[in-house]
C-alpha cells in the first residue's frame, strides 16, 4: 500500500468542505506549497435540481442530503442503522456547505462555559472572544445577510440587509410577539444583494439541494476560488486512506487514491485534516499502526466518541391564509427565546428555533398523506388543497450533551469504492436532550395555535436531520480528555492539526458552520503565529 | 439527470400501478385535474421512479399478491380494502409508493396549472416575496439584552 509518492508539499490539508477551504484560504499568504485533497468533485450549479421540471425529485437523487441515499462514487457508505437520527452531508468541493441552509448563527457567549456555568459537560479552552475576530473575518469572506441589534446577541456586523421576511415571518414574528417572545431575523450565508461578484438570491427554494443562483455562499465559490488564486493546489477525486507516521511519532503524509484509482503517498510537513465530525474519525481510526494502536492521536481514547448531533424537532402548522410556500429560502427568521439555561424548565442549556416557509407540491403530498392529512382517494384533492400553500413551521435545534456512549467506530464489515473501512454511528438522545425536544415541541406548538394553525404535525427527534456532526476529536489543555489541544493541534502527533466540527467541546443550540470556519481561522492563525516553533 | 427506468417494470407491475395509481389520485371532474393512472403521467413514473425502482418493483408484487392477482381490488383504497391494510401495516412501503407517484404527478403541466403553478423550472426566473414591515421588531428591540455573559452567566 505504499503507492507512488508525490512531491513533497508544506501542508496538506485532507477535505475541501466548509473548514478545509477556509484554512486552506488563511494559510495560502504564508507562501507555503499547499495541497488539498478532496474525495469529491467540483460540482456544476447549471446540475442542480431548480434548473429542471423535476426540481423536486431530484431532492431524493445525486442531490439527497443522505449520503447512503446518493450512493455516488465519492460518497462513503455509513452504518446508521444504531441511530434514530441518520447522518446528511455532501463529499465534494464545498463540502455540506452545497447543501446547506445557509442559516449562519454564531455559538453564544454563554456556550464556551458549560461546565462552569451550568455544571455540565466542559467549558472549551477558547471563549468567544477569542473567536470573535475570527467569526468577522468568516462573515466578510462569506457574505452575511442580517440585521445588526439582535438583542440575543453581543453586537457584530453584517454584510446585507437581511432576508425579506415574506407572509411567514411575517405572520411568526407576530405571534411571537404576542406571546413576548424573542425572534430576529436569521444571520444567512444567501445573499440579498450582490456580494463578491456573487448574484443576490431570487427565492428559487430548494436552498437544501444547491443554489443554481450562487446566490448561498459555498465555499466553492466563496474561500476556493480565493484560495486557488492565491496558489493554493485542490486536487479533487483524490480519497485519503490513511494518515501516515514516522518513529518520531510525526505525521510524514498521507496515502491516498487518485482519480484513475492508483495508490499515491503525499508526503507533507503539516497534516490538517477538514473531514468532518464523522469523517475525521473515520480516517485517524483508519491511520492506526503498530506505534498508534488505537487510531491515530487517539491516547485519550476519545477519537470518534462524544459525537454530538442537534436534535432536531420539526413542528409544520397549516392556516387558513396563503403563505410563501416554496418561494423564498427555506430560513428567515430564528428565535433565541429558549436558548439560555433556566432550569425550572427540568433540563440544562437549551434550543433555537429556525423558523421555515412552506413546500413545494410534490413535499405537500407526500407529507400530507405520510401524516394522515390527505388521504388516498375521493378527498385527495381537497386535501391537497387544504394545505398546498397554507404551511409555514419552524424547526427546534436542540443542543446535544457530550456522552462517550454515542460514538463514530468502524464498521467491521463495510467498506467505500475503494475499499476503505466505513464508519458506523452508534447513538441515542440522552436524556436531557429529550426533554429540551419535548419542550421545544410544546413551545413551538403554541406559537403555531398562536399565529392561527389548524393543524399541526410533529417530526421527533426529526430522522433525517443528522447534518450537524460535532465533538468526535474534542479540543481541551488535558491530553487525556480531548484530541487536539487548544489551538487545534493534536495533542500525540505534533504536526497534525484538525479544524472540522469534529474539535466541539459542546454543541450550542445553534447551526455549527459559521463557528467550524471561525476555528478553521483561528487555527490557521496560530499555526502563522507559530511557525518559528510550531512542533515544539 | 434521472436514469431512466421504465425497462425494469413487466406487464403486470404496470397495471398493478397503474390500479394503485388511480386509487390514491383519482382524476377530479370539477377542476378537470387528471387522475394520477393518466397515461403520460404512469409512463413518466416508471420511467422516473430512479433509487426506488427496486423498493417499487417489490411493492407492486407484494400488492398484486395481496389482491391474489385481482387487480380490481386494487382500485380502492377505502378503508378496510387491501390498498388500505397494506397502507397501515406499511408505511415506510406506502411512503415509496406515495413518492413516486406524488413526485410525477405534481410536475404534469395540466396539473400545475389548475393548482396555480406556472410548469417551469424555479431557476432562472425564480419567485417573489413580500419584503416585510421590520417595525415588527419594535417590541423585540424594547425588551433588551437576552444573552448570558460567559463570566458570571447573567442576563442582563
Ligand atoms: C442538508 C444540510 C443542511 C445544512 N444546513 C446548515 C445550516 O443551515 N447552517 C449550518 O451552519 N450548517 C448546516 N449544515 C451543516 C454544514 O454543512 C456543516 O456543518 C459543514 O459543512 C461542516 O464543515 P466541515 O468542514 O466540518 O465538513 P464538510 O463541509 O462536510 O467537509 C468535509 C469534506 O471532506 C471530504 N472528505 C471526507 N473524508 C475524506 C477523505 N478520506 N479523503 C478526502 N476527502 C475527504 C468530504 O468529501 C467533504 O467535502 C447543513 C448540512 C447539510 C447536509
Known sequence: MTGTANDPVDVLIIGGGASGAAVAWSLADTRMRILCLEQGDWVKPTEFPTTGRDWEARQYGDFSVSPNRRGLPEDYPINEDESPIKIANFNGVGGGTILYAGHFPRLHPSDFRVRSLDGVADDWPISYETLEPYYAQNDEMTGVAGLEGDPAYPPKSVQMPPLPLGRTGAMLGGAMNTLGWHWWPSDAAINTQTYDDRAPCINLGHCLHGCAQGAKSSTDGSYWPKAIRARVELRTRCRVRRIETDSDRMATGAHYVDPDGVERFQPAAIVIVACNGVGTPRLLLNSASEQFPEGLANSSGLVGKNLMFHPYGQIRG??????????????????????????????????????????????????????????????????????????????????????????????????????????????????????????????????????????????????????????TARMGLDPQRSVVNDWGRSHDVRNLFIVDGSVFVTAGGVNPTSTIQAIALYVADQIKARLHNLFD | MTKVTASAFDDVQRETLRAIAAAMIPPCRESGLPGADDPAIIGDILASAGRDTAALVGVLDALHSAAGGNLDALRSAEHGSVLATFRAENPALAGVLELVIAQCYYRDDRVLLIIGMEPRPPFPKGYEIEEGDWSLLDPVRARGKIYRDADDGRAS
Open chain 1, 318 to 471: 397549516y392556516f387558513d391564509r396563503k403563505l410563501d410556500a416554496y418561494r423564498g429560502p427555506r430560513i428567515g427568521a430564528w428565535s433565541m427565546e429558549f436558548y439560555e439555561t433556566d432550569a425550572s424548565r427540568g433540563f440544562v442549556r437549551g434550543y433555537c428555533y429556525q423558523f421555515s416557509r412552506g413546500l413545494g407540491p410534490v413535499s405537500t403530498a407526500t407529507a400530507g398523506m405520510a401524516d394522515g392529512l390527505i388521504p388516498w382517494g375521493e378527498g385527495h384533492h381537497a386535501g391537497f388543497r387544504r394545505l398546498f400553500e397554507h404551511s409555514a413551521g419552524m424547526v427546534s435545534i436542540c443542543e446535544d450533551l457530550p456522552e462517550e456512549i454515542n460514538r463514530v467506530t468502524l464498521d467491521p464489515q463495510l467498506t467505500d469504492s475503494d475499499g476503505i473501512p466505513a464508519p458506523k454511528i452508534t447513538y441515542r438522545l440522552g436524556e436531557n436532550s429529550q426533554k429540551m425536544l419535548d419542550h421545544s415541541i410544546a413551545r413551538a406548538t403554541e406559537i403555531l395555535k398562536t399565529a392561527g394553525a389548524r393543524e399541526i404535525t410533529v417530526k421527533s427527534p426529526m430522522p433525517s436531520a443528522g447534518w450537524h456532526l460535532l465533538g
